[in-house]
T-cell receptor, first 114, second 111 residues
Framework: DSGVTQTPKHLITATGQRVTLRCSPR?????VYWYQQSLDQGLQFLIQ???????AKGNILERFSAQQFPDLHSELNLSSLELGDSALYFC?????????????FGSGTRLTVV | GIQVEQSPPDLILQEGANSTLRCNFS?????LQWFHQNPWGQLINLFY???GTKQNGRLSATTVATERYSLLYISSSQTTDSGVYFC?????????????FGKGTLLTVNP
C-alpha cells in the first residue's frame, strides 16, 4: 500500500456520461497530481493541486476538471465521455509543491467507456 | 519540454539472467524516479534517485546527473520482475512541477 488511495478501482460507463474519480493523498502530502495512461499516449500529466489551489496544468481536456478539498483529497471529473477517454487514471502525491522528495502513486482507476 | 528516452523498448530474459535498463534525459533534473508497472497496472516506486547510486535487494540504480542518464540494474531476474519499467524525471528550476515519463521498457522474464 503506497498510502495514496484511489477509488473506484474500475469504472465502466457509457459515452456521454460523467464520472468522478477520487484520490486521497499520502498523509502529510500537500500536492496532488493527476495522470492519464492510454495505450497511444503513454503517461501524461493532467493537472496538479497544492494545498487546495491549482498549481499546474498539462494536457487536460476542457471536458475534464479537478479540485482539491480542504481535507486535501482530490476529485477528477470527466464529462461528456468519449471512447477515447478509456484509460488508466493515476493520482500521485508529494510533500511539497515541487516533488523534491519524490512522488507516490496510487493504484489507479481503470476507466472503460463503452 | 524535457525529453526522456528509455532503452531498450523490449527485453526478454530467462529467469536468473541480469539486465540493465537505460534512461536518457535532455535537461537538468532534480527528481528522477524508476517505477515498475505490474501486469495489473499498479505503478510501484522502485527508486527516488536524482543522483548517485542506490540498491534494494536484487535491484540497483545509478544516476549520473551531469551526463543526463540513469541506469536500472536487475540481477538474478525472476518471473515476477515482468512488466513495464518507467523512468520519470522533473526538470530543475522553473515552475513546472510535473514528472515526465519515458515510454518504458517492457520486460518479460521467462521461467
Amino acid at each position: 500500500d503506497s498510502g495514496v488511495t484511489q477509488t473506484p478501482k474500475h469504472l465502466i460507463t457509457a459515452t456521454g456520461q460523467r464520472v468522478t474519480l477520487r484520490c486521497s493523498p499520502r498523509s502529510g502530502d500537500l500536492s496532488v497530481y493527476w495522470y492519464q495512461q492510454s495505450l497511444d499516449q503513454g503517461l501524461q500529466f493532467l493537472i496538479q493541486y497544492y494545498n487546495g489551489e491549482e498549481r499546474a496544468k498539462g494536457n487536460i481536456l476542457e471536458r475534464f476538471s479537478a479540485q482539491q478539498f480542504p481535507d486535501l483529497h482530490s476529485e477528477l471529473n470527466l464529462s461528456s465521455l468519449e471512447l477515447g477517454d478509456s484509460a488508466l487514471y493515476f493520482c500521485a502525491s508529494s510533500v511539497g509543491g515541487q516533488g523534491g522528495y519524490g512522488y507516490t502513486f496510487g493504484s489507479g482507476t481503470r476507466l472503460t467507456v463503452v | 519540454g524535457i525529453q526522456v528516452e528509455q532503452s531498450p523498448p523490449d527485453l526478454i530474459l530467462q529467469e536468473g539472467a541480469n539486465s540493465t535498463l537505460r534512461c536518457n534525459f535532455s535537461d537538468s533534473v532534480n527528481n528522477l524516479q524508476w517505477f515498475h508497472q505490474n501486469p495489473w497496472g499498479q505503478l510501484i516506486n522502485l527508486f527516488y534517485i536524482p543522483s548517485g547510486t542506490k540498491q534494494n535487494g536484487r535491484l540497483s540504480a545509478t544516476t549520473v546527473a551531469t551526463e543526463r542518464y540513469s541506469l536500472l540494474y536487475i540481477s538474478s531476474s525472476q518471473t515476477t520482475d515482468s512488466g513495464v519499467y518507467f523512468c520519470a524525471v522533473k526538470r530543475s528550476g522553473g515552475s513546472n512541477y510535473k514528472l515526465t515519463f519515458g515510454k518504458g521498457t517492457l520486460l518479460t522474464v521467462n521461467p
